[in-house]
């Protein structure tokens, strides 16, 4: 059981990337999936997520209005669109799984982890 998440680099304040999280296993009609991101010397914090086969999206409120999560039940992939992106986006960001398709916002509530993928945002 795997997930793998790309689409990480190096961008300027003000620009944008786009995420991508593959996980063959899953669906999103049946899971919540949801994106972390870990900054050096901070602990991982929640980001986004989405459930109910992509029709429920919810944001920290530090990405709200920037961020987009979405996704493609096909491809058994997630998407995080990130705009206006600052130097304290900074981080190693995570996809993750949680069985069944509650809500969650906490590490603990997801079962399955990506490898992460690394953003940097820096002039």
């Known amino acids: 059981v795997q997930l793998q998440a790309s689409g990480g680099g190096l961008v300027q304040p003000g620009g944008s990337l786009r995420l991508s999280c593959v996980g063959s296993?899953?669906?999103?009609?049946?899971?919540?999936w949801g994106w972390f991101r870990q900054a050096p010397g901070k602990e991982r914090e929640w980001v986004s997520y989405?459930?109910?086969?992509?029709?429920?999206?919810y944001y920290a409120d530090s990405v709200k209005g920037r961020f987009t999560m979405s996704g493609d039940n096909a491809k058994r992939t997630v998407y995080l669109e990130m705009h206006s992106l600052k130097p304290e986006d900074t981080a190693v960001y995570y996809c993750?799984?949680?069985?069944?398709?509650?809500?969650?916002?906490?590490?603990?509530?997801?079962?399955?982890w990506g490898q992460g993928t690394q953003v940097t945002v820096s002039s």
């Open positions: 989405i459930r109910n086969s992509g029709r429920s999206t």
């Open positions: 296993a899953f669906s999103l009609v049946r899971y919540t």
């Open positions: 993750a799984v949680r069985l069944g398709s509650a809500v969650g916002t906490k590490t603990s509530d997801y079962a399955y």
